[in-house]
């Protein structure tokens, strides 16, 4: 029995998990999928039954596919093919690589935090809006437009509207292949310009906060931690200026804790990182959720127990 983290290297939140898995006694096998083919093997077999048997193996360690129980997928990197090979080739081994690596291990049957599959899923800002209204949350009025007019309109029927980037900012380019940062930003009307027409654009209506919170979901258990901005910019967007912000743990509604989990279950979601704007009445409105979200500092600021709460998961399916 054993606990399979498909995680990058250099990854703290992770090591919060493994070091509770660890105390528990309980086997774990960590990789980067990033790391294959070049430092990493996969010896697979499927058999005409359907059963998938081989191992996983790196420079130190290997583990059968079959003893893995559940799986904790958190910050792999992309395949990296070996440099000697043309641009060319290149993008057809990592192509490969990805649907050979990631073939085989999401056909395992075990326990997943979660599915990769899942996760891509939901990871669409729209899609999410509308599920969590469906749930039962509160949401802001929002447009998904490419046309400069029709978000003039929107800001200037809404009065106060935010432009929001869906995926992150522009790839800041190089081998890590990462998205620069692009906050969330207040517009008015005649600030939208026709650049508009360039893509999809996210404006939503402002909602006016007293605070917010970040709610970080494992499996039946809420961990909410009010999140209050000290500075002009943090208050827009607190992830503009942590260095301003205070936390303390707080306790959701009975109301919004029911939809979270009708919102979870209709997802398929063992875990999600939600974010909410409490307005100045008391009144929580869903912002967004990131289904692979960063939840350690969290932990470290609230004394919250969420690694214990996911190694929960990852062990029950491993006894």
């Known amino acids: 029995m054993t606990v399979l983290v498909l995680t990058q290297q250099l990854d703290p939140t ?10 528990r006694g309980i086997p774990v096998f960590r990789c980067d999928p990033g790391d294959f083919p070049e430092a990493v093997e996969l010896e697979a077999h499927v058999s005409v039954t359907g059963a998938v048997t081989g191992v996983l193996r790196s420079a130190e360690r290997e583990v059968d596919l079959e003893k893995v129980t559940s799986v904790y997928y958190r910050r792999p990197t992309p395949h990296r093919a070996h440099s000697r090979l043309n641009s060319t080739e290149q993008t057809w081994s990592e192509r490969e690589a990805a649907a050979g690596f990631g073939g085989v291990v999401t056909t395992l049957g075990c326990r997943w935090v979660n599915h990769p599959h899942r996760n891509m899923a939901v990871a669409h800002k729209p899609h999410q809006l509308a599920a969590a209204a469906r749930a039962g949350l509160t949401v802001p009025e929002s447009l998904i437009t490419n046309n400069a007019d029709a978000a003039r309109d929107f800001a200037e029927a809404q009065g106060k509207a935010v432009y929001k980037a869906m995926t992150g900012g522009p790839d800041t380019g190089g081998e890590a292949r990462t998205a620069s940062a692009l906050y969330t930003t207040l517009v008015t009307a005649d ?15 402002w909602v006016d906060k007293a605070c917010e919170v970040r709610l970080t979901v494992v499996g039946e258990r809420l961990f909410a931690a009010r999140i209050d901005a000290r500075s002009a910019k943090a208050h827009v967007d607190w992830r503009a200026d942590y260095r301003n912000l205070a ?13 979270v989990h009708r919102l979870m279950s209709g997802l398929h979601l063992t875990f999600g990182a939600l974010d909410f704007v409490v307005t100045p009445h008391g009144r929580w409105v869903f912002l967004e959720l990131n289904p692979n979200g960063q939840w350690g500092w969290i932990q470290l600021a609230t004394g919250q127990p969420i690694a214990a709460a996911i190694a929960d998961q990852l062990q029950e399916s491993s006894r």
């Open 191 to 205: 600030e939208i310009t026709p650049g508009v027409a360039r893509t999809a654009h996210l404006f939503q209506a």
């Open 14 to 23: 992770a090591d919060l998990v493994i070091r509770e898995l660890h105390q």
């Open 247 to 259: 936390y303390s743990p707080i306790e959701p509604p009975s109301g919004v804790g029911r939809a």
